[in-house]
């Protein structure tokens, strides 16, 4: 399966020039797919033990619903709305596994009637308003954004701190004529120069300078 899923993604990358595997297309693979690799490694559990469940996908599509009207009809807060709807979730997906390990009704037929359940609870809260549009920006952050600002601003003190420390380091080595620790210092604060400066947000020539200048105190 690993050996066909690498052919696929050579052929892609050679057909498309290298953009199939570029940054950016992984990013938006990754935005797109996320929930239904979440989906796909809970229902791989049920499939281990030979028995299936066939609501799970509109399950998700009538909870998504659901946090969508919460979200833009009734105005709650989103940090109310994801736990209560993930806790719903939790109670409606345990109810067909009751029914299959006590009752003993087959997997098959337990979730094909909350298949049917779902897609018809979907029509029923989507009806009045057809496409919800949700204008919570910490919502669709969940989804659709990419590294939160704070972690951003911390991986920018970390990068400043260590081009201040390897100036401080630097100094001292030269009082000391102790080369080693200066290169290997340096080496770190290239590499946080490449490599954490931009994530952080450090971009122009002026942001590079600034960082050079604080290594070079």
Known sequence: MFIAL??????????TDGVFLSSRNISNLLNQFGYIAVLGIGVTLVIVIRHIDLSIG????????????????????????????????????????????????????????GFLIYRGAILVVTEGSGTIIIGDDAFNAIGNGFIPDPFRAVARQASADLAVGCGGHRAADLQRNQRAPQQGCLWLRDSAAKHLLPQAGFHGPADRRAGVGAGQL
Do not use: D, E, R, Y
Request: cysteine-free; proline content about 6%; aromatic content about 16%.
């Open 6 to 15: 690498f052919v696929i993604w050579g052929v892609f990358a050679v057909t």
């Open 58 to 113: 509109f399950l998700a599509g009538f909870m998504g619903a659901a946090a969508a009207i919460a979200l833009s009809f009734w105005g709650l807060p989103v940090w109310v709305v994801v736990p209560v709807v993930l806790l719903i979730g939790a109670i409606l997906g345990l109810w067909p596994g009751i029914l299959v390990a006590n009752l003993g009704i087959p997997a098959f037929v337990a979730t094909l009637a």
